[in-house]
């Protein structure tokens, strides 16, 4: 991990609290399973307060402090924190990971910066369990996460349309996992490899026309069907009306198509709710390039 050790904590001329912006993302787009993962300009703002007394934390909150002191060398603060913003809890869009990087990164800012962004990230990525997620977080566009190895980031157009149908109920994702079978078929492993490196070489050079058909996925989304029986059939409704493919996001609930260009997108997007059963909210927004940073200190 990129540390820089510090013999003490911030000093007292430092601000006593700190917002930090962290995107919502979508990971995995198909055949990039626990690899690829995309920032939107959809975001939570987390901000972190330092505090004289010790205040009751909720278990992630409280574990990622514990994970960014262990990390830093320096001893724990008292601290107070909220968040608000866009991104829906467990709906495939990164919640975890705003809140996550969001504690991390205004711990960080409140301490005289002692760990590196990559370092944050490898944080971020061990408490996440996966880093695909974390990955675009912090850097925002879209990126290919190595286990914690530094992930390979690609900016993205800001032409494109991601429409976002977000159903009405949650998804966790250990319940995501479990449905996953332990193995699959040689021939589906190498379909998905196929598919990945022409996603990956479409952002790497900005030949998105490449991405259409390229979404298709045989480890993970099948099988998740389970939870979302409507998957295949938001996405079919969205390629037929123009979408360039369309993903699960993440673990799910939420269902993601991809559109060339804005004026395509309210098409796309109307043709995603009508498959859609029940009630679902509908987003549509672009890449966000930048990725977590701080917007008042």
Excluded at 191 to 213: E, P, R
């Amino acid at each position: 991990m990129s540390v820089k050790k510090k013999a003490s904590n911030a000093k007292s001329s430092a601000s006593p609290s700190v917002t930090v912006s962290i995107p919502g993302t979508t990971a995995n787009l198909g055949p990039g399973f626990d690899a690829f993962g995309l920032a939107l300009d959809i975001s939570n703002l987390t901000t972190i307060s330092i505090k004289k007394e010790t205040y009751p934390l909720p278990q992630m909150v409280n574990s990622t402090a514990q994970s960014f002191f262990l990390g830093s060398g320096l001893a724990p603060i008292p601290f107070t924190w909220k968040i608000t913003g866009q991104v829906p809890q467990a709906r495939g869009l990164g919640s975890s990971v705003t809140v996550r990087l969001g504690i991390l990164m205004g711990l960080n800012e409140l301490t005289g910066r002692p760990v590196s962004r990559e370092g944050l990230f490898r944080l971020c990525a061990e408490l996440e369990g996966h880093p695909d997620n974390a990955a675009p977080g912090i850097l925002g566009g879209f990126t290919i996460a190595r286990s914690l190895r530094d992930p390979i980031r690609y900016k993205v157009s800001s032409d494109l349309r991601f429409i976002l149908l977000i159903p009405d109920f949650e998804i966790a994702t250990p319940d995501a996992r479990k449905v996953m079978p332990q193995s699959i078929t040689l021939p589906d492993a190498a379909a998905n490899a196929a598919d990945a490196a022409v996603i990956a070489a479409a952002f790497a050079t900005g030949k998105y026309s490449l991405l259409k058909g390229a979404f298709g996925d045989r480890l993970h989304q099948p099988y998740r069907t389970k939870l979302i029986p409507f998957l295949n059939k938001v996405i079919e409704a969205g390629e037929e009306a123009g979408a360039l493919g369309g993903w699960l996001s993440g673990s799910g609930s939420t269902i993601c198509c991809l559109a060339p260009d804005t004026s395509s997108a309210k098409k796309i997007s109307l043709s995603m709710k009508k498959a859609a059963p029940g009630r679902a909210k509908i987003l549509i927004t672009s890449a966000d390039n930048s990725g977590a940073r701080v917007i008042n200190l």
